[in-house]
Each structure stands twice: as C-alpha cells, then as structure tokens.
C-alpha cells in the first residue's frame, strides 16, 4: 500500500444545546477551537483545517495564526460539513485520507491522531476510529456512553495499539457475558473515496434508532476497523466540562498538560 497523505480537518459551530458558542469558549485566554487546532497540530500528520460554520469562528482561528474554511451553516452532521470544507481546501484531491477531529477537545492527546491512522495499513479499510476500554463500572449501563463491539487481540509486545474491525456501535450494554465493554471515542480518519460515498447514503434503519451516525456505514457494508488506546479525551459538552478543561490546561510549570481523562 502506498503512503498515505492526511488531512485534519475539525468541524465546529457555535450552536450548542447544552453550551452555546462552545468553539469560542475562553480557555485562559484562547478560545476552544485554538486549543483543538493546537492539539491536532502537535500531531504533525498533515495539515489541520477547521471546518467552521460561522465567520467568527473563522476569524478565531486565522487570528492564532490557523488555517479555516467558511461553509454552509445549516450541515446535518460533521461529516457533512468536512465534506464541503475538503472541497474548499483541497479542490486538487492531494490528500487521500481525511480526519474527523471534534472541535471540543481541548486537552486532546496528539497521539491518538496516529493511532486512528494505524488500521489504514489494510487496504480494505474504509474508515477507522477508536476505542478504550470502559473502566468506570456506571458507564456500562450509561446510554449516553456509546458502546464499540469488536474482538480485540491481545495487546501485544510492539508497543502499537490492538486493531480489530468494528462489528456494532450501541448505546446498550453490549456485549453480554463476561469480558471487556469498550468505549467508542468519535474521531474518525476516512479514505476520501470512502467519506464521498457515506455523505451521499440516505440515513441508515440502525442510525436513526439508536442515534449514531456510524451505524450508517456498517449498514452500508462500510468496513470500519477501531483502534484500541488508553486515553478517553474530555470532551466538552457542559459548563462543568469547560472547568475541567480550564483546570487540565492551567499553567502551571510543576505538573505537565494531562492530555485526557476516563470520566
């Protein structure tokens, strides 16, 4: 297989149910999407573009010295916004492979970024995203934690994370019997062939039932492989989020940046 050449993209709006304007939030003197940018661009995989639904999120990000793209306001999804905003900033198709990093995830471990890239390897692969074991016994049970079915293998020697093609994505407790539960992190890297063809699929039976987009996919017959990591980002969804988010990125010389939390 030949090399691929990624481009990040993050899609952010400023319209938020429970934290409006979230991408403009202050995070000791940077908004939010900054941050993200930041994260993604300490990666060093490709450049990173925010996808933004709003002029001001635009000029948040250029005045950081980033690079962002103004598209339709009214996108159903992220997927669909990253769609248009590829477009826009690649109309020559250089790259071949698209991320989909959430513009809520300030204290983002740039890591994770190469190991969403990992299951590529295998040409059959359409899209890719990651997992974590849950740890935190509430989440088993918790809909709002979505589920990821897949048989990993055992962790191996090398250092690199365990891949396994993802069967199901729920929001129920699945699988049953004893063993592992894992919890699916929403980043996801497509082939650019592969984001074309999902944007263009009518919403799946599955997607609209249990409320996740990826389900899309598999009904489709879309292989999605997953990537199994350590770290669960911190999203930020609450007010409550946001402080902890502050309180990660304080600057403070004795303790370095953590790059995520389980809960």
């Known amino acids: 297989m030949t090399r691929s050449n990624p481009i990040i993209m993050i899609p952010a709006r400023m319209a938020s149910t429970r934290l409006p304007g979230k991408p403009l939030a202050d995070i000791h003197g940077q908004p939010m999407i900054v941050h993200v940018w930041r ?18 999120i635009v000029a948040a990000v250029e005045a950081a010295g ?7 306001p009214d996108h159903p999804s992220g997927s669909d916004r990253i769609h248009e905003a590829l477009g826009l900033a690649d109309p ?48 088993r049970t918790n809909p709002n934690v979505v589920k990821a079915v897949a048989a990993f ?74 990537a199994l990591v350590d770290t669960l980002p911190l999203g930020v969804d609450t007010p409550a989020d946001l402080e902890r988010a502050r309180a990660l990125l304080a600057p403070d010389a004795a303790r370095p940046r953590p790059s995520g939390i389980r809960s």
């Open 92 to 139: 020559d198709r250089r790259h071949d492979v698209v991320v989909n990093m959430q513009g809520d995830l300030p204290t983002f471990d740039p890591a994770l970024l190469a190991a969403v890239l990992a299951p590529l390897v295998e040409p059959a692969v359409d899209l890719t995203s990651l997992a974590t074991e849950i740890t935190e016994p509430s989440e």
């Open 39 to 56: 994260r993604a661009r300490e990666a060093d995989l490709g450049p990173v573009v925010v996808a933004a639904a709003e002029r001001e």
């Open 153 to 226: 293998p055992p962790k191996g020697r090398d250092g690199k994370p365990p891949i396994a093609r993802a069967l199901y994505f729920s929001r129920a407790t699945v699988p049953s019997g004893e063993g592992p539960l894992y919890h699916h992190i929403g980043l996801y890297a497509y082939r650019r062939a592969a984001l074309e063809r999902f944007v263009a699929l009518p919403p799946g039976r599955l997607e609209q039932r249990e409320k996740l987009e990826q389900l899309r996919a598999l009904e489709a017959g879309m292989r999605i492989d997953l």
């Open 66 to 72: 980033g690079r962002a793209v103004l598209t339709r």
